[in-house]
């Protein structure tokens, strides 16, 4: 409702500072009849208490965000550490191998035969520790050319093959578990009967 001089009543009334809000008509009453800026116990008891739970309400983020900072610490840490200790453990299957290397090497005069053994034994234990940490190569020659593990480097126009066979691998593609590492780098048949 408007009054004569074009102010709504709630313009007309004191603001409660504090909360940017329109007083109520009993503290409009008071604040009439009352000094400027005094408040009644009963609202400043209620404003302490509000204040104390504020307080009180950052204190306690304040503390959440310390844990929480160092929960991602410590996860991070953790994860950092278990990286070291697989990666430990895998270095740690691959020591026996260089250990063959280094014996076949201090060899002053080996035999042409004897040394293409001991290097085909070295391949021999470095393919069943791989093996045992999950490596598995890609198979290639004589495979389908699959996108998703072969990486044609070359095209072979040729009628003996089967179209988008692989005629040869050039680099083996390796998997570890059902990740690839690498694709196999391959050649592929195109055949322009099929």
């Known amino acids: 409702m408007a009054r004569g001089n074009g102010k709504s009543d709630i313009e007309a009334q004191p ?31 209620e404003l302490a208490r509000l204040r104390a739970e504020r307080e009180t309400l950052i204190d306690r983020l304040a503390r959440l965000q310390a844990e929480f900072d160092n929960a991602r610490k410590r996860a991070s840490r953790e994860q950092q550490e278990f990286r070291d200790y697989a990666l430990a453990d895998s270095i740690k299957q691959m020591l026996p191998i260089l250990d063959s290397f280094e014996r076949a090497l201090q060899s002053e ?34 495979e389908i050319f699959d996108p998703h593990v072969h990486q044609a480097i070359q095209m072979v126009d040729t009628t003996d093959a089967e179209d988008h066979q692989i005629l040869d691998e050039l680099q083996r593609g390796y998997k570890l578990k059902d990740r690839l590492l690498r694709p196999s780098m391959v050649k592929v048949a195109r055949n322009p009967k099929h």
């Open 15 to 45: 603001l409660d500072v504090e909360h940017e809000l329109p007083a109520s008509d009993e503290q409009a009453g008071e604040a009439q009849g009352s000094p400027a800026g005094s408040q009644p116990a009963g609202a400043e008891s």
């Open 109 to 142: 005069h080996p035999d042409k035969d004897e040394f293409r053994n001991g290097v085909e034994l070295i391949y021999k234990q470095l393919q069943d520790a791989s093996s045992k940490l999950g490596l598995r190569p890609v198979p290639a020659a004589g």
